[in-house]
């Protein structure tokens, strides 16, 4: 096996801490701008970025016609919004009153709900014991996380736990999605394809049932805003897709690992956010499930950016 070079590690290192700040982005944002106008701004902004991008290297959005018309357009809607639309929504709405550093931790179980689904859907059959286990030890680590009496309760800040949550498995779903399409075209214009898609769905219903322009947001909200919209889901897409070019799924899924982690120090440092004993051991347990159900052979997502928040 090649080894990794520093540039390797470089990307990985980018990425990790683009999409680990996102968290601390949100909650900052989240403040004055709902979560369904967060979520649209987000992918409207990401699709511009992504466009412009596209073109300067030539490349048009009308070419995947030739390759199903209508249809690839409807599987650009379903990437955009499992990848994009539905998590943005579920994790701003969560972090009203989630901490981000616990959102961080919250979502580092897609990897598990990954192998869950991809078993499901007849994508990748789940087998040994070890695989089973990191299962087991994911969830594990959320229980830990929400705690026991809460889950039996299902309190008001339990259901936005429980919106993080959902928004990883959505993240997940997308991956297993993504991995049964065999779309032979260029991962930007697949990106923005699917950013022009969920944009199409997200602006709209933000216009309708939060009317935006009656928000007076302030300006580090508006510039988090904007920073999600460029960085952690325009160029981190890119960054991403080039990091799966030159090191392949294996190396690129050690984001899994750093993300949660570099997003739970970045809430306690930068927001002065704390962390218990519970969310320590249930971050552990996370990234041991993470390890255990790691496959070395496993696929990169072949559609739509695999951003976290």
Not at 53 to 61: D, I, K, M, P, T
């Amino acid at each position: 096996m090649t080894p990794q070079s520093l540039r390797d590690y470089g990307l990985v290192l980018t990425l990790s801490l683009i999409w680990g700040s996102s968290f601390l982005l949100v909650k900052i944002a989240v403040a004055d701008v709902p979560p369904l106008t967060m979520a649209a701004s987000r992918v409207a902004i990401a699709f511009a970025v992504l466009y412009a991008v596209a073109r300067w290297r030539g490349q048009s959005l009308t070419a995947p016609r030739s390759a199903g018309g209508a249809t690839i357009w409807g599987h650009f809607l379903v990437i955009g919004m499992l990848g994009n639309g539905i998590p943005f929504t579920l994790i701003s709405w969560g972090e009203i009153e989630v901490s981000s550093a616990l959102a961080a931790i919250l979502i580092g179980v897609m990897p598990v709900f990954t192998v869950v689904f991809a078993h499901g859907f007849g994508v990748e059959r789940l087998t040994g014991g070890k695989r089973l286990i990191g299962i087991i030890a994911g969830f594990a680590g959320l229980v830990v996380l929400i705690g026991p009496t809460a889950l039996l309760q299902l309190g008001h800040a339990t259901m936005h736990e429980f919106g993080i949550i959902a928004a990883a498995a959505s993240y997940a779903a997308t991956g297993v999605y993504a991995r049964r399409l065999s779309l032979r075209m260029s991962a930007v214009v697949l990106s923005a394809g699917a950013m022009a898609a969920s944009s199409v769905v997200m602006v709209p219903v933000a216009l309708i049932l939060e009317t935006p322009w009656r928000l007076s947001p302030g300006l580090g909200p508006l510039l988090a805003v904007t920073t999600l919209g460029i960085a952690a889901t325009g160029l981190a897409s890119i960054v991403y897709f080039r990091l799966l070019a030159l090191a392949g799924p294996t190396f690129a899924s050690t984001i899994n690992y750093l993300i949660p982690v570099f997003g739970a120090v970045l809430g306690v440092i930068l927001l002065g956010e704390t962390l218990g004993t519970s969310d320590l051991v249930a971050l552990a347990l996370i990234l041991s499930g993470i390890a255990l159900v790691r496959n070395p052979m496993a696929r990169g997502p072949a559609g739509g950016p695999d951003a976290r928040s």
